[in-house]
């Protein structure tokens, strides 16, 4: 699977960015798909993530309320609508991809086994 995200960019605090990812390579709707991020100086964290069929999904509590994530299997894409965006929200965000997991491992970002090269969003105060 080959992953290319987009849409990063700066922003103001209290803007909104809408961050795309596309796959290739395998039947994307056999994938679960989460987003993930890297803040300077951090570990990579798990920020939103997508059950294969669309039906679940799973968000860090820091996004809960701000941040939704979408997915058309059709267009093998995968969003990150993000709202509300504050300075410590910037990071290079990642889209990654898995076979489908169990659903408590579906925030783990060790389950994840593909990897986007990352966009970076920065939200200034």
């Known amino acids: 699977v080959q992953l290319q995200a987009s849409g990063g960019g700066m922003v103001q605090a209290g803007g909104s960015l809408r961050l795309s990812c596309v796959a290739s390579g395998r039947t994307f709707r056999d994938w679960d798909m989460a987003w993930l991020r890297q803040a300077p100086g951090k570990e990579r964290e798990f920020v939103a993530a997508m059950r294969w069929s669309g039906g679940t999904t799973r968000y860090a509590d820091s996004v809960k309320g701000r941040f939704t994530i979408s997915r058309d299997n059709a267009k093998s894409m995968v969003y990150l609508q993000m709202s509300s965006l504050k300075p410590d929200d910037t990071a290079i965000y990642y889209c990654?991809?898995?076979?489908?997991?169990?659903?408590?491992?579906?925030?783990?970002?060790?389950?994840?086994?593909?990897w986007g090269q990352g966009t970076l969003v920065t939200v200034s105060s």
């Open positions: 990654a991809a898995t076979p489908r997991v169990a659903l408590s491992a579906l925030a783990e970002p060790s389950s994840y086994s593909y």
